[in-house]
């Protein structure tokens, strides 16, 4: 008895924080989603939601491009991380994650100056006479920048899970027949999956609700949801909208989180819901 | 040596990590459906002489041969070679009909024949009905099983097991040696197989190869190891043995204690300095009168099936198997037949085995703060 509790007592502060910092809020988002100006109970915002259909789904296709090119750069580059030295692996681990010790703003941009008119890219083509070409304002350069900004948190997993595969596993492997290809195939992949749902949902949840990097690196063909949850919250008259739209993109996240869950069965790398 | 029932052989093997020799110098054949335990101490070269024949280590020189061809280089998924790993190495995501299947999976075998196949391998190892167990609800026991037959399935000339039966307990172990014995002589494969158990290595091999220290020891028999020692290390790795400084007089004469014995070795120079192996189950205790050497007996264990004594010789103590009991601080004789008496040349072991007044290296090393234990695994 005595040690339950403490161990209520102990807990106590952290329930607490949840409540005033998650559940409040929360129930503030509802709230505004369902009322009208006057705070009165209405629809008004849910039934414009339709209009937005476009965006959610322009949000969704970059989160997912993003999601897959982030894949296809860290499984390779966890691959042969583990392959590296101990030293080395360490010395990489710290160069990954060294881009996360800067602010995004800041990281995103930089890259305007990269990728602008007269930046970095368009300089050096117009060493040979060529350009300026239309870098920045396009969808690509959205993509790029998220795939820049959420790199390590694929790699991170993906190397963490690769390290530890036990080394006799992939001997026996070989020893079985198996090499190359057939390898990665049978036992690395399915061994790594954790890591990989893992990293998958640790890109594309902040891709697809991301704002700043769109309006930095796109244009308005190119806006994403969470840079119109923004510019609707700036204007208090739209909050509602604001409010609505953050809901539905929550209901959104929940159901990827529960669909990629289904994929790891509760191992580590994965996220519980 | 090459003769043509050589499965396997290994000439002039080195291997070197970090500049510190792990191989030196192995030579060793294998002849077909042999049964073959590479013995050693941790550390001593053993699994990594085994995972040069699997295919996991290339030598820094010296040539593997297999059915008389050189394989140096050939890799791991090319050798007609399987490996049972010392922790079984199954794939925790797969279940055991598929960990079983992998092998032929891989070779493209058809479906029919792969699960006639493996539905032959689950009889032999006894886990019929196991096919959809997933491995991480088996017992040691049962994976232990799963492995055996995911690497004999392949029909391999040569199967490799890295102490197997280490993790199990005792009577499992037992169990277990009959059984990988069995199996190998109903698919008549050659089996080579690593163990520090010496036990183990004197109850199941056809050929028993004592390492130490990167290098072979002794190529012999269960019986010539046992009986006929090269040197100190080996008599006191295989057993126990009282090790005792001699000299040898002349043919079948040699002198140990200030006493001279009657032996059935010759071949030594006159007055040559040897090592007398006596095991301590072929020491007679008797009345200090009849004994050819007389000493006090300092401590008495009961072990079951017989006593294990210690008695002071002037010193040195010897080890003694017995049935008859006697009390500390009895004067006791010993008497030792001509038969009993192994006489070894002088070699860099002599001097450190052999002799019972302190505990085994390994319980010395522990209390020794200088020394770092190794780990299991070379």
């Known amino acids: ?273 | 040596m090459s003769n043509q029932k050589n499965i396997l052989e290994l000439k002039n093997i080195t291997v070197s990590f970090d500049g510190e020799k792990v191989l030196d110098d192995i030579s060793l054949s294998i002849s077909d459906k042999e049964f073959v335990t590479l013995l050693g101490p941790s550390g001593c070269g053993k699994t990594t002489t085994l995972r040069i024949i699997a295919g996991f280590l290339e030598p820094d020189s010296g040539d593997v041969f297999f059915d008389g061809k050189i394989i140096n280089s050939l890799p791991a998924n090319k050798r007609n070679v399987n490996t049972i790993f010392q922790r079984y190495a199954l794939f925790p995501h797969l279940n055991v009909y598929d960990n079983i299947a992998f092998g032929l999976k891989v070779k493209k075998v058809p479906k029919d024949e792969i699960k006639q196949r493996v539905e032959e391998m689950l009889k032999l190892v006894n886990l019929e009905g196991f096919e959809k167990r997933s491995i991480a609800k088996l017992s040691g026991g049962q994976q232990q099983r799963v492995a055996i037959a995911r690497a004999v399935i392949n029909k391999p000339k040569i199967l490799l097991l890295d102490e197997p039966l280490a993790a199990l307990d005792l009577k499992l172990r037992k169990d277990m040696q009959v059984e990988l014995k069995n199996i190998q002589r109903r698919l008549g494969i050659t089996f080579i197989f690593v163990t520090h158990d010496q036990e183990e290595a004197l109850s199941m091999s056809d050929k028993v190869v004592v390492m130490n220290e990167g290098k072979i020891q002794h190529i012999g028999t269960p019986k010539d190891v046992y009986n006929e020692p090269v040197n100190a290390f080996v008599a006191d790795f295989i057993g126990e043995s009282n090790i005792i400084d001699g000299v040898m007089l002349d043919d079948f004469k040699v002198k140990i204690e200030g006493v001279t014995l009657q032996c059935l070795d010759k071949g030594f120079k006159t007055n040559e300095a040897v090592d007398v192996v006596i095991r301590p189950e072929d020491v007679d205790i008797v009345h200090p009168e009849k004994g050819l050497i007389t000493g006090e007996v300092t401590s008495v264990t009961f072990l079951g099936v017989h006593f294990e004594i210690i008695v002071d010789v002037n010193g040195f103590k010897w080890m003694i198997q017995t049935t008859d009991e006697s009390k500390v601080g009895d004067k006791v004789g010993l008497l030792i037949e001509p038969d009993a008496i192994h006489i070894m040349k002088k070699s860099k072991y002599s001097g450190l085995y052999g002799d019972y007044s302190s505990f085994s290296d390994e319980m010395d090393e522990i209390s020794n703060p200088d020394v770092e234990i190794e780990d299991e695994e070379d």
């Open chain 1, 1 to 273: 008895m005595k040690k339950s509790s403490l161990t209520k007592l102990i807990n106590a502060p952290y329930i607490l924080w949840s409540a005033i910092f998650i559940v409040v809020p929360l129930i503030i988002v509802a709230y505004f989603s369902f009322t009208d100006k006057n705070g009165n109970f209405s629809l008004e915002n849910i039934y414009e939601i339709p209009d937005y259909g476009g965006i959610f789904l322009r949000s969704i296709i970059y989160a997912f491009v993003a999601t897959a090119i982030t894949l296809v750069i860290s499984y390779p580059f966890a691959y042969f991380m583990t392959k590296a030295k101990v030293r080395t692996q360490s010395m990489m681990i710290m160069l990954v994650m060294l881009p996360m010790w800067m602010n995004l703003l800041i990281r995103t941009y930089s890259w305007t100056t990269i990728l602008e008119k007269t930046g970095i890219i368009n300089s050096f083509f117009g060493l040979f006479g060529l350009g300026p070409y239309n870098l920045i304002g396009t969808s690509g350069a959205v993509i790029v920048g998220m795939v820049y900004n959420y790199l390590p948190y694929m790699i991170l997993p993906i190397y963490t899970s690769m390290s530890k595969i036990d080394k006799s596993l992939v001997e026996a492997a070989e020893d079985l027949g198996s090499s190359g290809f057939d390898k990665l195939k049978k036992v690395i992949l399915p061994l790594t999956l954790p890591g990989v749902i893992s990293g998958i949902t640790m890109v594309f949840v902040p891709s697809v609700s991301t704002f700043y990097i769109a309006d930095k690196l796109g244009s308005t063909k190119t806006l994403m949801i969470g840079d119109m949850i923004q510019k609707k919250f700036d204007i208090n008259v739209y909050s509602g909208i604001g409010a609505a739209l953050s809901l539905v993109l929550m209901v959104l996240i929940l159901i990827c989180i529960v669909f990629m869950n289904r994929f790891s069965d509760n191992d580590d790398g994965g996220i519980i819901v």
